[in-house]
């Protein structure tokens, strides 16, 4: 009969997950999610480009500067060069902890009020 209840393990239709789905985003809770994400994601990206451009434009117009040696072989370019490595590995260890503090906790509450986590088969991919 159209009036009983479905098992909890029969399959949700396609149009109650779209309508879940669309409940979620938009909810001020995933709007709070999508900002705290844009707002480490855009000043970081900005910074990195500036930071990497900075070493093009140097590299490029200031030549003598950019030769000056500091001790043996090394000079500034290298050492510059050497800095866009460690700078893009802060940024990623830096997104981590971020991620884990306050977007990671939020995702998961959001995932999980919608039914996408499972404890046999853990979060959907």
Do not use: C
């Amino acid at each position: 009969m159209s009036t009983d209840t479905p098992a909890p393990d029969t399959p949700v239709p396609a149009e109650s997950a779209a309508e879940r789905y669309l409940a979620v985003q938009r909810s001020d809770e995933f709007a709070g999610l999508r900002r705290a994400l844009r707002g480490f994601v855009f000043p970081m990206t900005v910074a990195f480009f500036l930071w990497y451009a900075l070493y093009v434009i140097l590299s490029a117009y200031a030549r003598d500067f950019m030769g000056a040696k500091l001790f043996g072989n090394i000079n500034v370019a290298l050492v510059f060069g050497l800095l866009q490595f460690v700078s893009t590995f802060l940024i990623a260890w830096l997104y981590s902890r971020f991620a884990d503090r306050r977007i990671d906790p939020v995702a998961d509450r959001i995932r999980a009020e919608i039914g996408e986590v499972t404890h046999e088969h853990g979060p959907r991919g």
